[in-house]
């Protein structure tokens, strides 16, 4: 079996692994403007009912994947119920289900679910629910992200499942996948001008979640400054993130955003007497073995300082 069979099986992991994404939802009445003329009608209390009736349905659907109970989730479906997965392949019926359950459980043990509802909605006797939700591995990895869309229907057993769509979304980067577009000034690198030396020395930190740098700066046998600087990843801006601790007491964060020749940091610091001070920072790659820093739009304390600007070269390796 492929992985792209197992990926579109996903959508066995059902629905919520609580019932409060869909207890919000359902309980919200208060009316909310959609402009200045049309308000939201308030949810009856028939309504409320049924909605409430199907976060226990759906947390139960939940439970029972997360428990391995593969009877258990094609029992919340109707008997003729129907899963289409993301390839549009329908798996009709209890029998279906269950086997396609069982086959996914012996290839993902311990495979878990976590989904975010977006919306509720209860239309003649029935109740539809549509979210996100997230597919992990028993050591909490994601495997999927699915788009799902769910038809409930009240039967004398209670709420049962008739049909559950699913449409995959591509997995979010993880911090190293995301961090790689930053690999090319893992290394060591410097520049030397004068009588002063900067020494820069990238790499990826222990966790590989993280590239962490030393920066150097010397004249003749004397260090004037020493910098530790960390980047990450910052998913909910979707921009690299660094800190920067100086050896006199300073520090600075910057944000990154990636350029087609290298990159641009907006910079902010306060140094060991408490003075503040902005700075765009660029990192233009003239090559895989060069790249030019240049800081402009500098302010200390509202002044305007300086531009600078130096190229660094990567360092070659010690003769054997």
């Given amino acids: 079996m492929t992985y792209r069979f197992w990926k579109s099986s996903l959508a066995i992991a059902l629905l919520l692994s609580t019932s409060a994404h869909i207890a ?3 309980q919200d009445t208060t009316a909310k403007p959609a402009d200045a003329q049309a308000v939201a009608k308030p949810v009856s209390p028939e309504q409320l009912a049924l909605e409430t009736e199907a ?13 391995g109970n593969a009877d258990a989730v094609a029992g919340v479906f109707l008997p003729d119920g129907e899963l289409i997965d993301d390839s549009g392949t329908v798996h009709l019926g209890h029998t279906e289900i269950k086997a396609l359950v069982k086959a996914f459980q012996e290839a993902y043990p311990g495979a878990k679910t976590d989904a975010q509802v977006e919306s509720v909605r209860g239309v003649a006797g ?3 629910v549509d979210g996100t939700r997230v597919i992990t591995d028993k050591d909490g990895k994601g495997l999927s992200v699915l788009r799902f869309a769910t038809i409930w229907k009240k039967t ?6 008739a049909s559950l769509r699913d449409v995959s979304e591509p997995l979010p980067p993880t911090p190293h996948e995301a961090l790689e577009g930053l690999a090319w000034i893992v290394g060591e690198w410097i520049n030397e001008s004068g009588d002063s030396k900067v ?10 979640n993280f590239i962490v740098g030393d920066i150097n700066v010397t004249s003749g046998e ?3 400054m020493k910098s530790f600087q960390r980047i990450a990843w910052d998913a909910s801006q979707g ?3 660094s800190w920067t601790f ?3 007491g300073g520090f600075g964060e910057g944000v990154w955003t990636a350029t087609p020749n290298g990159l641009v940091m907006q910079n902010s610091a306060v140094g060991p007497d408490g003075m503040r001070g902005t700075a765009t920072v660029k990192l233009v790659s003239d090559s895989k073995d060069r790249f030019t820093f240049q800081g402009i739009h500098r302010m200390s304390e509202g002044v305007e300082a300086p531009d600078y600007q130096y190229t660094v070269v990567r360092k070659p390796p010690v003769a054997k």
């Fill in 24 to 26: 919000v939802v359902a």
């Fill in 55 to 67: 976060v226990k349905a759906a947390k139960q659907l939940s439970d029972a994947f997360n428990a």
């Fill in 126 to 128: 029935l109740v539809l």
């Fill in 156 to 161: 004398e057993a209670g709420l049962k499942l």
């Fill in 199 to 208: 020494l820069l020395n990238y790499r990826w930190d222990e966790t590989g």
């Fill in 222 to 224: 004397q260090i004037i």
């Fill in 239 to 241: 921009k690299y993130r």
């Fill in 246 to 248: 100086d050896s006199d």
